[in-house]
C-alpha cells in the first residue's frame, strides 16, 4: 500500500526560529493537505494543494506540492508559542482509492520562549 | 471553513456496553465521511469509508461487526463500537469531504473502557 514519509519526528526550537518538514511518498498522490492537531483535539487543515509545483502560503505558513507528486514541504516562519503541536501531512491519490487519505507519521513541534 | 462536529468529546463506558459517536457535518453536505482510530503519540489509522445511504467500507483487519457505521442522511454519520473491551480505548476521529476536496475534521471522541 501507500507509504508517507514525514520527517522529522520532532522539534525543538525557539521562538522566531524558521521551521521546515516534509512528506515524501512511494507513490503519487493528486492531492496534499497539510494538518496541525493540538492535544485532545482533530486535526485542523492548514494547507491545501491539488497541482505539482504548487506553492501556497497561509500566513507565516508555506507549503509546496512537488514536482515528482511524491513530496510536499511545509515551512514555518518566525514561530511562536502556539505553533507548538503536531503536523500532520496527508495524501489523496486518484483511481480506486478517490477520496482516502494516507497519513504522514507526524512532526512534534516545540517552541521554547 | 466547514465545520464538523463529533460528539461526544469524551466518554467513558463499562466492559461489554456499546458506544455511539456521531460525525455531523454542519455547514455542507457529505456523501462521504471517514473513521479514524488515533493511539497515543500516533498518527491517523483509517477504519472505514461511510458512505451515504449504502454499506460501509471496511480497512483490512477492522473488524464491521464491532465497529457498526451508519449513514443515514448526508450530514450524519454514526460509530458504534459494540460489547467495548478496554483495549478499544483509544481516540476516535471522523472526517468529511467538503468543497474542492478538502477533509475536515471533527474534534474527536475519547473512548476510554472500564
Request: net charge neutral.
Amino acid at each position: 500500500g501507500q507509504q508517507l514519509n514525514q520527517s522529522p519526528q520532532s522539534m525543538f526550537i525557539q521562538e522566531g526560529e524558521d521551521v521546515s518538514m516534509n512528506c515524501t511518498s512511494s507513490s503519487i498522490f493528486n492531492t496534499w493537505l497539510w494538518y496541525k492537531q493540538d492535544p485532545g483535539e482533530g486535526p485542523v487543515l492548514l494547507i491545501a494543494l491539488y497541482k505539482a509545483g504548487e506553492l501556497t502560503s497561509n500566513g507565516r505558513l508555506t507549503a509546496q506540492f512537488g514536482i515528482t507528486r511524491k513530496d510536499s514541504f511545509l515551512n514555518i516562519s518566525a514561530s511562536i508559542p502556539s505553533d507548538v503541536g503536531i503536523y500532520f501531512c496527508a495524501g489523496r491519490a486518484g483511481g480506486t482509492s478517490y477520496g482516502k487519505l494516507t497519513f504522514g507519521q507526524g512532526t512534534i513541534l516545540t517552541v521554547h520562549p | 471553513g466547514a465545520v464538523v462536529s463529533q460528539h461526544p468529546s469524551r466518554v467513558i463506558c463499562k466492559s461489554g456496553t456499546s458506544v455511539k459517536i456521531e460525525c455531523r457535518s454542519l455547514d455542507f453536505q457529505a456523501t462521504t465521511m471517514f473513521w479514524y482510530r488515533q493511539f497515543p503519540k500516533q498518527s491517523l489509522m483509517l477504519m472505514a469509508t461511510s458512505n451515504e445511504g449504502s454499506k460501509a467500507t471496511y480497512e483490512q483487519g477492522v473488524e464491521k461487526d464491532k465497529f457498526l457505521i451508519n449513514h443515514a442522511s448526508l450530514t450524519l454519520s454514526t460509530l458504534t463500537v459494540t460489547s467495548a473491551h478496554p483495549e478499544d480505548s483509544s481516540f476516535y476521529i471522523c472526517s468529511a469531504e467538503g468543497q474542492e476536496n478538502k477533509a475536515f475534521f471533527g474534534q474527536g471522541t475519547r473512548l476510554t473502557v472500564v
